[in-house]
């Protein structure tokens, strides 16, 4: 990856992606099917388009990738991390001795890799289990098995993003050369309440009526010697029936402007915002038009205020350096 520059006069963006396809719901099997095209080609056009908008807006992405995503196709590894799902998931069955490309994405690799505008692969897993519920000897079994693999590509990992944002075993992390993490963005209580907190969010979401968290490089913790980045926003937590609708009559960047809002108050107060996402939960045109809205933004931001992109690795190096 090029180097980076960052002046500590600039306002920061970082885009992570949580790039995982089947794995992710190795263990719903009802929402699996309901979620993934039946032969990755959808995913997979997703992550051309992705990458083609950054290029044109000049975007330094953390691809946090899963490990099994790296293999071609089924190798029967002597260490499989996968046959623990043996008899109990029957994504066991859509892995183990298949070439299913909802499973296996070495090309999508390859098709980050290739691209002029350089991206971050970052680590989600290997088999995508959450590191609150494995023991130390397995999460290094995850942590090995993923630079293993990795290697192929000559990838030295340095940003992890949690599989379903469970942190754990961060000490192990930081054996292996980890340098920084995300975490979830901070919601406010009153949308956490099990009653009415989805409707305000709602609400908030549609009116702008707060802002995403953002925040100031000082701000960020270092926990067991990785650099803690949260996140502010996930660009698909909004109601996907409404979501629909509000596209359908034509509205379809109207949930955005908080997103937008917030882009503009780091940028103005040379603060760091961190939006997030999955690469298939892009599934429709309205999607690309959002994310280009936000990414026009950026480019904006960047003309008017000095606004950066930059990888979670990027940002890390800078924190390090502005709290010595």
Request: aromatic share 14%.
């Amino acid at each position: 990856m090029n180097p980076i520059n960052p002046s500590p006069q600039n306002g920061i963006f970082i885009f992570s992606l949580d790039t995982e396809l089947a794995c992710g719901y190795f263990d719903k099997d009802e929402k699996r099917t309901k979620i993934f095209s039946s032969n990755g080609v959808r995913e997979r056009q997703a992550v051309q388009r992705l990458l083609d908008l950054f290029e044109k807006y000049h975007i330094i992405a953390t691809w946090a990738i899963t490990g099994h995503l790296f293999y071609q196709s089924c190798e029967e590894c002597p260490i499989c991390p996968m046959m623990e799902w043996k008899g109990r998931y029957s994504s066991f069955e859509e892995v183990y001795q298949t070439n299913n490309p909802l499973w296996y994405g070495a090309d999508l690799i390859e098709m980050i890799l290739s691209k002029k505008i350089p991206s971050e692969i970052g680590f989600h897993g290997y088999s995508h289990r959450p590191f609150n519920q494995i023991n130390r000897e397995e999460a290094k079994l995850e942590i090995e098995e993923w630079l293993r693999v990795s290697q192929r590509f000559h990838i030295t990992p340095v940003s992890i993003v949690f599989p379903r944002d469970a942190v754990g075993h961060l000490e192990i992390f930081q054996y292996y050369g980890f340098k920084t993490y995300r975490t979830e963005e901070h919601v406010p209580l009153i949308f956490r309440n099990r009653y009415f907190g989805k409707y305000l969010k709602t609400l908030d979401f549609l009116l702008s009526i707060t802002t995403p968290p953002i925040y100031k490089i000082n701000q960020l913790k270092v926990n067991d010697g990785l650099v803690n980045i949260p996140a502010s926003q996930h660009l698909f937590g909004f109601n996907r029936g409404l979501e629909n609708y509000l596209d359908h009559k034509g509205y379809s960047t109207l949930r955005i402007q908080r997103i937008l809002k917030g882009i503009r108050k780091a940028a103005r107060q040379k603060k760091i915002f961190h939006l997030w996402a999955h690469e298939w939960e892009f599934r429709t045109e309205a999607d690309f038009i959002r994310l280009e809205a936000i990414l026009q933004c950026v480019k904006e931001c960047q003309h008017q205020y000095g606004l950066e992109s930059m990888s979670m690795a990027e940002c890390s190096k800078y924190v390090r350096t502005t709290l010595k």
